[in-house]
């Protein structure tokens, strides 16, 4: 049995996925947002309530959460959404594109988000609370974390893995087999041929260790 929906964020990301909801044919209920309603055509007939909190009017039973709040490198806004809102019993629906293409045999846990034109193949695993965008590839048998966001065009050759917080930017890739450390940061168009260590940000042509802060859970 499906649930309406309660959508978290009302920027361009949370807009996508309203469109993305309603081409399913799903009932949104409300925009959680600070400030005034959002001003786009995408969010007509939703009713919008500005403060975090105000999702607790809703019966936890009764309505599943999407995570409208984008992903941005070493932003922890959107894992922190999830994470106090899963702790207080809430539960994230996952979401895809009529428009991708996913494998019968792989794997998405709780919240993820597969955008047009993704393509997810056989024996992935995708972690909890992850983007995967639009027209992104993630070939067979990788395995990601948690709030990974593989960016638009960002193409994951067969067997990669990846920990928890892991942004890989737009137009990178990754070769097969390689191991991605968590709190990792892959800039747009870096092309990653060897192991990348924790907490380390990779330009195109270069890698800088220990830069980027860890996520504290």
């Known amino acids: 049995m499906t649930k309406p929906l309660v959508i978290i964020g009302s920027g361009g990301h949370a807009a996508v996925l309203v469109d993305m909801l309603r081409q399913n044919k799903r009932e949104v209920l409300a925009l959680i947002s600070p400030g005034e309603p959002p001003i786009n055509g995408v969010f007509n007939g939703i009713a919008h309530f500005c403060r975090d909190d105000d999702v607790l009017n809703f019966d936890k039973k009764a309505i599943s959460l999407i995570n409208g709040v984008g992903s941005l490198p070493g932003c922890r ?19 895809i594109s009529k428009h991708a293409i996913v494998s019968d045999y792989a794997t998405l846990e709780k919240g993820v988000q597969v955008m047009a034109g993704a393509i997810i193949q056989a024996g992935v695993n995708i972690g909890a ?7 992104a590839i993630v070939d067979h048998n990788s395995r990601l974390g948690r709030n990974n966001h593989i960016a638009p065009g960002a193409v994951l050759n067969g067997q990669v893995t990846s920990k928890d917080n892991v942004h890989c930017g737009t137009g990178a890739s990754i070769i097969q087999s390689i191991n991605i450390g968590a709190n990792v940061v892959i800039g747009a168009g870096a ?3 060897k192991g990348v260590e924790d907490n380390t940000l990779c330009f195109p042509a270069s890698i800088t260790k220990k830069v980027v802060k860890s996520y504290e859970e």
């Open 77 to 95: 806004l959107r894992a922190n959404l999830y994470k106090y809102f899963v702790e207080l019993g809430y539960e994230f629906e996952t979401v």
């Open 129 to 135: 609370n992850s983007i995967i965008n639009t027209g």
């Open 191 to 193: 092309t990653i041929t």
